[in-house]
């Protein structure tokens, strides 16, 4: 039997975990019975760790030291415009790392993002191993299209960090097609529209020949669920506000209840018409008297708070089919991803921009960690026939005179792929050259990111142009890129591997790994020494109520004392050990009460007692 | 004319201080209104006349002349002298005991069974705790201390200013020995250098002054936390977490309603035992609270915002631990609330 390999869609705002069991995949619910967990972790005052929808609970209450939507911000560098507009915007500090890397401050503690995603997977896997019923080890994960090289690295980062080995990274349309077409010969143009819950995400994919390909991919890192809870929020804010004249946005325990039932009432407007959000004792309205909070919502009313958004999914549409250079009416299927979409105004928009109903055979929530559980199962079973092909998200070039980008690799092609290219020298006995290998769309070199450099040398001094170089740019399966200079004249070469790299070093992410295992090793101490320290509350108690009886038993009996004096010795070590919650004495204690209660029963037991 | 209104504010300012200080509640709110009418501004009248009615109800305004404050002072102390047992207690009729407390001080029962809460027997409660409280030097003192046999002795306050006629020295009762450090009480011989029980620091020379009604006010207010903290403390080391849990709760009410600036001397050296007795009031931490109330029930009670978001949160899945992370309001406050919720039923542990 071949090892399992569990498919996680760590999202923006929930994540998911599936494994493909006999054939059949099958979403994995949490211990809570949610079959999706909140991406949010949080320290507690008490310095706890919180994941998923405990720390969701007290994300506005606790907002300084809950991290959430960090996949906005992993794998980037602490100077990109993106990290300098998302500070603006989250409760929770982000501060910059050693490496110009950027990382997380909760409490006194400054935690890197591969790691606070870690968190994350970390408790997808738990969740994984509940259900199974033994470790697992291996998972495929999902990211955006449009990660580049660095954020997917990061992502495989947090898998480690979390004791994962991540065997593929896999884009999240890809995904979500293949579970679309999972048990079908699927062919032609597939529309994948993933509205979660704060991304929006449309990619058009090619499948021929069991290949999937991303033609086109274009989004919006701050347009989901979330906003549309937000208006539902500002339209009860607002609401109260005018019949009571009291902000609830100043109290942040207001401001979180609202944030839930929004987010309720939302999901429940998809299957009903009419909904109530009833918040009583909501705020305080003097010494012991609080205003409650209770409205009624349809439908309708949503739509019309939320249609500006839903139109701005629709323009992002257009442009993803611009670029792929199509019409709506050249694709074949729409997959729709993501909770939103569940949404029956985003489903009639949607239905109308495309002229045809999007499918709706798969969970919109759980379709994305469908794909990776079928992918994950398809790369260890040898009898599998499934090729999936990556391609690249972004373009790969070098920069040439005048300061431009010169691409030598087109995004979105697939991978492997290796491309070459001849320059010549630019100067009159120029004998070197410096290759600037970059990634990115602009034109201007200095706007994508610059990969790495090097120098090719012992060039022939020659009048510029007559020296020719070839550049060559290869991708393997697994995504690395190697970038090579040849002289062709002489043979020289120079060559150079990018290696993404997540802003971590190698010792950090093992020392991180170590550390993150230590702390699921103390947890599971600490929930074993409450176990015992349960079982020592219960006998205490049993013991307690069978006091009275076994006093009067053994009045005027010579063992009575000695042995009620050993009970209550006995009694009080527990009570001790209770208290200060030490493993070793809460153990003895268990031993010695379970005596006491032995002795307590066999005298209530003694023959001739009525 | 600014200055001359000013002099004639602070003399009926201090007219009805003066009327106040001999128990003519109503004469010393009307001459601090007529101050107020001079001088609207000032603060300090305003500041009376609320704290006055606040604490002792709108009748204050139309209070007998004749109560004064002297017996006010006198309300059971810490250090007054024993005169009930819990046997004799557990007898005691509720009209009994209001017929006695009626003699001695009207006014500030009226408002302290007025602020109790509404919801079940309270009130009854309060009058045996109040008895209980009164009674702990004795009841000890008759055998029905903790096993240790360590002797009951207040630790947390000591009043010397209430009653000219009795000294808090005299009011210990004969069986109970002490050592003397300077003019007051301390701790029972014996405990010198124990780390006191439930890790409740003792303050050696707490003394109470009490030169203006505010003081006045204030020592009353203290005198009563002190005698909840010390029945908490009791009832920790009895075993009764009910009891600890009620003793803290009041002693913390106690300390809401104190005028500045307040009685934090006496709170806030017992919050680690509060917090304690909510605690072990509450239970494991591992255990799941359930809500036992119906929404209906629940609509009318009365709480404020921040019971009413932990109450949100309690939806049969999340322990304690868990309630106690998410609640927003720190450990102390959510053990409190806890505590409070189960008290009044409206939340079990199945």
């Not at chain 1, 705020?283 to 958004?309: F, M, P, V």
């Not at chain 2, 501004?41 to 305004?61: C, H, I, S, Y």
């Not at chain 2, 109330?293 to 915002?305: E, G, R, V, Y």
């Amino acid at each position: 039997m071949s090892e399992v390999v569990i498919g996680i869609d760590l999202g923006t705002t929930n994540s998911c975990v599936a494994v493909l069991e006999q054939g059949t995949p099958n979403v994995i619910p949490n211990k809570g019975g949610y079959k999706t967990t909140p991406s949010v972790v949080a320290i507690s005052e008490s310095g706890r760790r919180l994941v998923g929808h405990i720390a969701k609970r007290q994300s506005v209450t606790n907002a300084e030291n809950t991290a959430y939507a960090v996949k906005r911000l992993i794998g980037r560098n602490w100077s990109s415009p993106a990290v300098a507009a998302i500070r603006e915007t989250v409760p929770y500090k982000i501060i910059q790392g050693p490496h110009q890397d950027v990382r997380v401050q909760m409490r006194d503690q400054s935690f890197s993002l591969p790691e606070v995603s870690a968190f994350v997977l970390q408790e997808m896997k738990l969740i994984a191993e509940d259900y199974l019923g033994h470790e697992v080890s291996k998972a495929v994960v999902t990211v955006p299209a449009y990660f580049n090289d660095g954020q997917r690295q990061a992502t495989k980062d947090a898998g480690r960090i979390a004791g994962l080995d991540v065997i593929r990274i896999i884009n999240e349309p890809t995904a979500g097609a293949l579970a679309y077409g999972f048990g079908k010969d699927l062919e032609g143009r597939i529309a994948v529209y993933d509205l979660g819950g704060g991304t929006f995400d449309i990619s058009i994919l090619e499948i021929s020949n069991g290949v999937f390909e991303v033609v086109s991919t274009a989004g919006d890192t701050f347009l989901g669920g979330e906003d549309f809870d937000r208006r539902i929020m500002d339209w009860l804010v607002n609401g109260f506000r005018k019949e009571h004249k009291i902000d609830l946005r100043e109290d942040m325990m207001a401001l979180q209840r609202l944030k839930d039932a929004s987010e309720k009432v939302k999901c429940d407007l998809s299957s009903v018409r009419e909904a109530e959000i009833n918040l009583p004792f909501l705020i305080s309205a003097g010494k012991n008297q609080a205003l409650h909070l209770q409205r009624t919502i349809s439908r309708n009313k949503l739509e019309e708070l939320t249609l500006d958004l839903i139109e701005r999914t629709l323009q992002i549409s257009r442009k993803a089919l611009d670029d792929a250079e199509l019409e709506p009416s050249d694709i074949t299927d729409v997959v729709l991803v993501g909770g939103m979409t569940r949404m029956p105004k985003v489903q009639e928009a949607v239905t109308e921009f495309f002229g045809r109903a999007p499918n709706k055979g798969v969970h919109p929530d759980e379709v994305v960690a469908v794909g990776a559980a079928i992918q994950g199962a398809a790369l260890v079973e040898s009898t599998s026939d499934m090729l999936l092909l990556d391609v690249t998200p972004h373009s790969l070039g070098i920069m040439v005179v005048g300061g431009f980008f010169h691409r030598l690799i087109e995004k979105n092609t697939t991978v492997p792929t290796a491309r070459s290219h001849i320059f010549t020298t630019t100067r009159d006995g120029q004998t070197s050259v410096k290759i600037l290998v970059m990634q990115g769309e602009s034109e201007r070199a200095e706007e994508n990111e610059i990969l790495g450099e090097f120098v090719l040398t012992g060039l022939r001094k020659a009048a510029r142009g007559e020296v020719e170089v070839e550049v060559t740019f290869e991708i393997s399966a697994d995504g690395i890129v190697s970038v090579s200079a040849r002289d062709l004249e002489t043979g020289q070469e120079q060559s150079i591997t990018v290696t993404a790299t997540s802003g971590l070093t190698e010792e950090e992410i093992q020392q991180m790994a170590q550390e993150n295992a230590d702390y699921a090793v103390a947890v599971k101490g600490d929930e074993d020494v409450e176990r015992v320290r349960q079982q020592v509350e219960k006998m205490v108690d049993q013991a307690m109520t069978m006091m009275g009886e076994v006093k009067s038993a053994l009045s005027g009996t010579p063992f009575g004392s000695e042995g009620l004096e050993a009970a209550d010795s006995a009694l009080e070590e527990a009570r001790t050990a209770m208290r200060r919650k030490d493993p070793d004495a809460l153990q003895k204690a268990r031993e010695s009460m379970g005596r006491t209660l032995t002795m307590f029963q066999t005298v209530m037991d003694k023959p001739g007692r009525s | 004319m600014k200055g001359g209104s000013d002099n004639t504010a602070r003399a009926l300012l201090e007219k009805g201080l003066a009327r106040y200080g001999r128990g003519q509640i109503a004469e010393a709110i009307a001459a601090w209104r007529e101050a107020l009418a001079i001088d609207p501004q000032n603060d300090e009248a305003r500041k009376l006349v609320d704290f006055v009615q606040a604490r002792l109800g709108p009748a204050a305004a139309t209070a007998p002349a004749d109560v004064s404050m002297r017996q006010t002072a006198s309300f059971p102390s810490v250090t007054d002298e024993p005169t009930d047992t819990t046997d004799e207690m557990d007898a005691v009729d509720d009209d009994d005991f209001d017929d006695n407390r009626k003699d001695t001080n009207p006014e500030v029962d009226r408002t302290t069974e007025e602020n109790l809460p509404s919801v079940g027997n309270v009130s009854r409660e309060r009058k045996r705790r109040d008895t209980l409280v009164s009674n702990v030097p004795s009841l000890l003192a008759q055998g029905t201390r903790s096993r240790n046999e360590t002797p009951f002795v207040p630790r947390a306050a000591v009043v010397d200013d209430l009653d000219e006629d009795s000294s808090p020295r005299r009011a210990i009762p004969s069986s109970v020995p002490t050592e003397e450090s300077g003019d007051s009480l301390t701790r029972p011989i014996g405990s010198a250098h124990k780390t006191p029980a439930m890790g409740v620091q003792m303050r050696p020379t707490a003394t109470f002054r009490s030169d203006t009604p505010l003081d006045m006010a204030l020592t009353i207010a203290r005198t009563r936390a002190a005698k909840m903290v010390d029945l908490c403390r009791y009832s920790l080391e009895t075993g009764n977490v009910d009891g600890a849990a009620e003793a803290a709760e009041e002693a913390l009410e106690e300390a809401d309603k104190a005028p500045l600036p307040g009685i934090a001397e006496v709170i806030e050296p017992a919050r680690a035992m509060f917090e304690q007795a909510f605690a072990a009031h509450v239970g494991p931490e591992v255990a799941v609270p359930v809500m036992v109330t119906d929404n209906a029930s629940l609509n009318t009670s009365s709480f404020d915002h921040k019971t009413g978001f932990l109450l949100s949160c309690i939806d049969g899945s999340l322990a304690v631990s868990t309630l106690l992370d998410i609640s927003g309001m720190g450990r102390f406050d959510s053990l409190r609330t806890l505590s409070r919720l189960l008290r009044r039923r409206i939340i079990s542990f199945g």
